[in-house]
């Protein structure tokens, strides 16, 4: 569901031809606290982001993210992936508190 | 003239008071020579810092630090990245990036990894991001947050080592970090 912890997005773009170098942008909800900001009250908020991603092309990693607090809430990513074969597309986002999120998209050829 | 005088008596009671050999020691004329000199010199570095306001280009020693614990003593290149960040980032929060690299991407040889770097941030080393042969063209985009003004490195390392990198200055309105 959009607005809540670890909902996620993946674009992929339509009429995908094989060998095609694709843009594939990738968004998941999460604060991405940092644990230097306090609420209205005062009390710090802890901690609270993503620090490794893994983005799974069929049985292989394609790409495999470190990240800080320091990238933006809700996180978004882009970058390319040469599409050469039809296989599920994985992303796992996971962070500091042992939250684990999971979003896939097929990639398919037109015919 | 008399003024002159004046100031020159002045400058001598003060290195008498003092005590100051050097300064007792200078005539009116060499004193008057060694400020006006000593002008100059500051004039030239104010100009010198007017016409290269690129911080980006000296690293500093935290900065060095990260990227010896990265790197090692590998040597870092510019050039061969292009990085694509705002001049002036309204809000710290939200501040895009992109890097883009003309570097091959085939299996015999391509980008392993693209390493994002904010010298004045709590983390320097903001994120990295591993590649594969499979990521068709060596291009990461996103979004991050920058507590202040800064310089934000972008550094590439190719699957026999070579290390490349580029640098802009960011400036930042609105802390992002907290």
């Keep these: 569901m959009p607005g809540e912890l670890g909902a996620a997005r993946i674009l992929v773009p339509t009429g995908i031809r094989r060998g095609d170098v694709i843009d594939v942008r990738a968004l998941v909800e999460h604060p991405m606290a940092t644990g230097l900001f ?19 092309y069929g049985d292989q990693e394609a790409a495999h993210f470190v990240w800080t607090s320091g990238v933006s809430r809700d996180p978004f990513v882009e970058f390319s992936l040469r599409a050469d074969r ?25 015919a | ?34 400020s006006g000199l000593a002008f100059l010199a ?9 016409v290269r306001p ?5 690293v500093p020693w935290k900065v060095q630090q990260v990227l010896k614990q990265l790197f090692g003593d590998r040597p870092i290149q510019a050039g ?32 392993k990894a693209i390493h994002l770097l904010v010298d004045n941030n709590p983390d320097i080393h903001l994120a990295g991001f591993r590649l594969t042969p499979q990521i068709g063209q060596a ?40």
């Design chain 2, 1 to 34: 003239m008399g003024n002159w005088v004046a100031i020159g008596k002045l400058a001598g009671r003060v290195g008498a008071s003092y005590s100051c050999d050097r300064m007792s020691g200078l005539s009116r004329r060499s004193f008057l020579h060694a």
């Design chain 2, 139 to 178: 291009f990461v985009s996103t979004r991050i947050k920058m507590r202040m003004t800064s310089p934000v490195r972008a550094i590439v390392e190719t699957s026999d080592g070579a290390l490349w990198s580029a640098a802009a200055d960011v400036g930042v309105t609105v802390n992002g970090c907290g």
């Design chain 2, 42 to 50: 500051l004039a030239a570095r104010r100009l010198a810092a007017l």
């Design chain 1, 38 to 56: 306090r609420d209205p009250e005062g009390k710090p908020i802890p901690a609270h982001f993503i620090n490794d991603v893994s983005v799974m």
């Design chain 2, 80 to 111: 061969h990245v292009q990085l694509d960040v705002p001049t002036v980032a309204a809000d710290g929060r939200v501040v895009p990036v992109m890097i883009e690299s003309d570097l091959p991407m085939s299996p015999d040889g391509y980008v």
């Design chain 1, 86 to 110: 039809e296989a599920a597309l994985t992303f796992t986002w996971k962070d500091n508190k042992g939250g684990v999120f999971t979003q896939t998209v097929d990639i398919t050829f037109v």
């Design chain 2, 54 to 58: 690129r911080p980006a280009d000296d």
